[in-house]
């Protein structure tokens, strides 16, 4: 029930209380993910999210770095907006920004200074160019989980009220106080520039605890701010649902939900295969890389995540090799780096080893190595469905290769 000023379901023990809320159209109960998700599915956010933090944190690059490196151990420039990003590791991410800049309300401001593409790609842009906040509401409903899975998001009328929630679905996930400061920030602002900044909602709740000085929050919200509730709310009128938005483009959000739409399709091929290929990308560094260290990044057991990569064919001990080597064929063809640094920076414990494993891989020595060897390399990939640093899913690979 939309009740301003009465609030909610209070938290207790550190995680959010469920909940119970009415079923209305276009609303999905909170804990419950939407149909074509599994439980078992990882949980990720697109990469393009990190691109308000790169803006706000542009005058903290040792901070920036510290973190990146702690949390995706790799250079964030070099990430593309469509990347998969596990989303326990994004939450803990922008948890660690907080505290290491010591401000409370990060996820809070650097809402204030997002744009709708930044944060959710063509599913903002349906978001922003809609004619009207029902329809905004409901392309976001339908399309966000292309973009952020695990995720609960719901359009609540009652009476004279209408309500917006958000809520990572995943209680596991937790704190995640900047994340959904972020969410509901962004999107207040988002909605003010849409109406012409003329808006402002009714009240806003949060799931987490209160802050040291909560008037922060009122005055860059510009409404009340109620904490320990049961799930993260923007309230405002119910008539502003269906008030006009001047600049939508009939045209162009054809073509964005064209788009969102083939997002939606190719999710459902491979997308636990792209986003296990997008992690061990990212640590290859790590000696400790393997499908113990990766579940526990996504969240998984790790007999869940082995029935997952087995189903789409792929053998998690050839993918971690096959990435590994291919990085270091590429560094060996850069031929700018000692051979003991190509080893450390993919993973292997020592330059014999690898050489061992690089000749047993591509048939020639590391020093003898050259451009047509990886171009013999990838062609017989192509033409064998097998793997080598590029993925292909026709063949099964032996589970009992060695890394």
Known sequence: ??????????????????????????????????????????QFIRASVLTPILNYLRNEEEILQRVMLRHFNSDVKCIDSYDLIPLHTYVRFLEGIAKELKTE???????QSSEAEEILGPVGLLFS???????????????????????????????EYAAM?????????????????????ATCKIIRDMMQHQWRPVEICFEHAPPENPKIWHDIL????????????IVFWAADLDRRIRGHDPGFLKYMERHAEDLVIGQNRNSVVEQVEWYVEQHLSSEDLSIVSIARAFGLSVRSLQRRMADSGVNMRE?????????????????DMPFSSVAQIVGYSDSTT????????????????????MERLQGEAEAHGSMHGDITYEENISPDTNF
Not at 25 to 38: D, E, I, K, Q, W
Not at 106 to 111: C, E, Q, R
Not at 319 to 335: E, S
């Open 319 to 335: 993918l971690i090799k096959g990435k590994r080597l291919t990085m270091a064929a590429t560094l060996i063809l850069n031929g």
């Open 105 to 111: 309300h990060f996820g809070l401001k650097m809402g």
């Open 1 to 42: 029930m939309i009740s301003p000023g009465k609030g909610h379901v209070v938290r207790r023990r550190g995680r959010p209380a469920a909940q119970p809320v009415p079923a209305k159209a276009g609303h999905m109960p909170a804990g419950r993910l939407p149909s074509g998700l599994r439980r078992s599915d990882m």
């Open 354 to 373: 690898l050489w061992r494993a690089f000749r047993a891989w591509s048939g020639v020595c590391p020093s003898a190595f050259t451009v047509a060897d």
């Open 129 to 159: 160019r809609a004619p009207t906040l029902r329809v905004a509401f409901r392309q976001m409903m339908r399309y966000i989980n292309t973009w952020q899975t695990a995720t609960h998001t719901a359009l609540i009328c009652e009476n």
């Open 165 to 185: 929630e958000y809520q990572i679905v995943d209680r596991t996930i937790w704190p995640r106080r900047q994340d959904a400061e972020f969410s509901i920030s």
């Open 222 to 233: 510009r409404c009340p701010v109620r904490f320990n509730q049961g799930s993260n709310r």
